[in-house]
């Protein structure tokens, strides 16, 4: 059973559009983290929300935690070449140490 | 400038064989991760280590052995390789105190291919 589900499992689009990937689960996280991955390179820390209905800004990146703390949403406007690669997001049960990611979405804007 | 350095980039060996990987980091962490991506790209933790003590053993062969040195070290020995070992493996350390605890950062990856 996956813990969290990360939808969509691919998503190619143009230079210029918007997207949202989701991140969903039935367990409560105490906080849930967002990573991007280049080919080759490993997972790079986007954002970090704690606070059920928490909205986080990162240039033209908008990151949301539920308001159960249940999923989350991450929202690219505008989206650039730049922007390609597999976005991952994780959660934190408590203070376990222990981060479960989901499987990611494969993100690809083409110019 | 390097936070979490892995060695080696690329590890091919045949099947049976021993091989090491190593981690190190110089952000001042006080835990240190590994884990494993497989060919879907699903990441999933392998062990953690907290001020050189295992916190997190996940259901891994022992064929597969972490060891940490010191607070900035954390090595991966595997025994008696397998084709199923493919992977990248990647060492990642975070704080586990403050408002930045578990924020992972993680080195380049290792990737084994055993043939």
């Known amino acids: 059973t996956q813990l969290l589900e990360q939808s969509p499992q691919f998503l190619s689009i143009q230079e210029g559009e918007n997207l949202t990937v989701y991140c969903n689960s039935s367990s409560v996280f105490s906080s849930l983290q967002w990573y991007r991955q280049e080919p080759g390179e490993g997972p790079v820390l986007l954002v970090t929300?704690?606070?059920?209905?928490e909205v986080k800004k990162l240039k033209r990146l908008t990151f949301q935690f539920g308001d159960a703390r249940k999923d989350s949403s991450l929202h690219i406007t505008a989206a650039q070449p730049g922007d390609t690669g597999l976005y991952l997001c994780?959660?934190?049960?408590?203070?376990?140490?222990?981060?479960?990611f989901g499987k990611g979405t494969l993100l690809t804007v083409n110019p | 400038d390097t936070a979490v350095s892995q060695t080696p980039k690329y590890l091919v060996t045949q099947m049976g064989n021993d091989k090491s990987i190593k981690c190190e980091q110089n952000l001042g962490h006080d835990t240190m991760y590994w884990y494993k991506q497989d060919s879907k790209k699903f990441l999933k933790i392998m062990f953690s280590y907290n001020n050189k003590e295992l916190i997190i053993n996940e259901t891994v062969p022992n064929r597969f052995s972490p060891k940490s040195p010191d607070k900035a070290h954390l090595n991966l020995h595997i025994n008696s390789l397998e084709l199923g070992d493919s992977a990248v493996y990647f060492c990642?350390?975070?704080?586990?105190?403050?408002?930045?605890?578990?924020?992972?950062?993680f080195g380049p990856g290792t990737r084994l291919t055993v043939t």
């Open positions: 990642a350390s975070s704080h586990s105190f403050g408002q930045r605890a578990y924020e992972q950062y």
């Open positions: 994780a959660g934190l049960k408590g203070s376990n140490y222990k981060l479960t």
């Open positions: 929300v704690v606070t059920g209905g």
